[in-house]
């Protein structure tokens, strides 16, 4: 317990934290404690204190997160987006994304996350919960030679043609 | 500039059910074809802006229709890095000055013309309701409303803003599946009328581009420039969309050939490119650019791009249901 305190007042050293940590991991009860320890401390403070089982919220609310398939700017090996979409069935569909961490040839065990699992709905085509990012204008040369083609250029004219001349700048300084 | 369609709407339905039920297809119809004239056969010149997702940027346009029937535009971005793009007749060229680029996309419209709307109006009525909506005011121009209200959430909603006596489009907007906003182009000036001279819609970056020997990346339809047949299908396409044309061509001004499937549902489209996996291998992902979403992953050693204005579901629909031909015939 005296460690736990200590823990929370940031005097342990880099080894004993780590392993202080490590039992809190591995315990409930501990963790309990820090909760609590934390609570006190905020009380003491006289700082907002948080709703009841929020922690547990805030874990759910991560896990209902979108995965994010974004395209990857890939000079060397890196972290690697992928998803697989198995929208075949028309009863049961099932979204599964997962993050692969690539290095060289050897891959690791990839992470494997549910996004969207409806049971048994009929008919309709599941909604992928995917997010997408602005496009940074590599694809702009598809844009165009889609543009073309389709009824709604014909109503709106060249105007739709401003699309396919997107700056060519990285998604994140927009 | 706000959205306030949404609003309208919901306000009349509650206020008058019996009026707001009642939708119009025929005069809806009509104006869609009004429309599409209008914006080909007219001469125009003005400002529009562009919205996209919390983006906005301010063009200017000039089109014009020659006593040949030619038609030419220009459109020149006013806000950001300098861009051009230049329509004439069946060529269309992007200038992109700040990486002396020269994008061109030809292609034949004896094979191909461009996909008229009349032909395609039972579509529309299968996939959306049209609404006539209330007069509004554009540009200094009044206009009609006219909106489709999609039958289900495979494709997006718009609504369109149509100058009262020409039909020309001052205002259109795309919504998604919740009627949230996802794209907006609006004239904020504009002149009906003017005559033709080559003067007005060619690009100041001509000249320069060819004495500075800009890289030039040129598309176009492959030789033999007519429907093809190229070995690949879509065996579960979103409900409403068929195969609109299927061809070779070349993209990008890289060499090899790429295939083209363009499906529609009368009134949006999505493109699926297929080709060779290029040397930097594709990550699977999803961007988009207004109310074109983007969709690209691999499938047998090929690279698909799927695209269009539609949500991101129907054209991953599409890019996860593409398969070659012999492979669906085995099983």
Known sequence: ?174 | MKFVWPVVVLGLSTACPSFAAESYPKEGLDWLKKMASATNQLNYSGTFVYQQRGNSETSSIAHYVNAAGGVFAKLETLDGPAREVVRSNDQVTCYLPNTKTVLIEQRNSRYFPPAVLPERLDSIMDNYTVRIGENDRVAGYECQVIELVPKDNLRYGRRFCAEKDSGLPLAVRTFDERDEPVEAFAYTQLSIGGSFSREKVRSKYAEKSRSQKWRIDRSALSINDRPFETGWMVDNQPAGFKKLMEVQRSIGGRPGHVAQIVFSDGLAAVSVFVEPIPRERPAQALSHRGAVNIYTREVADHMITVLGEAPAATVMQIGDSLKRKTDAAIR
Do not use: C
């Open chain 1, 1 to 174: 317990m005296e460690k736990l305190s200590a823990l929370m007042d940031s005097e342990l050293d880099d080894h004993e934290a780590r392993s202080e940590l490590a039992r809190l991991n591995e315990r409930p009860e501990t963790r309990r404690l820090w909760a609590t320890y934390h609570v006190i401390g905020d009380a003491m403070r006289g700082e907002h204190l948080l709703s009841g089982r929020f922690n547990e919220r805030l874990a759910h609310r991560l896990a209902q997160e979108p995965t994010v398939l974004a395209p990857q700017r890939r000079p060397a090996k890196k972290l690697i987006t992928y998803a697989l979409s198995a929208a075949a069935s028309l009863s049961a569909v099932a979204m599964v994304a997962w993050v692969a961490l690539s290095t060289g040839s050897v891959t690791t065990a990839p992470q494997a996350r549910v996004a969207e699992a409806p049971a048994l709905t009929q008919a309709k085509p599941a909604r992928p919960q995917v997010v997408s990012l602005p496009s940074d204008g590599r694809l702009n040369e598809y844009i165009l030679a889609h543009q073309g083609f389709s009824p709604s250029t014909a109503i709106q004219g060249v105007t739709p043609y401003i699309r396919s001349v997107a700056a060519q700048r990285p998604a994140k300084t927009r």
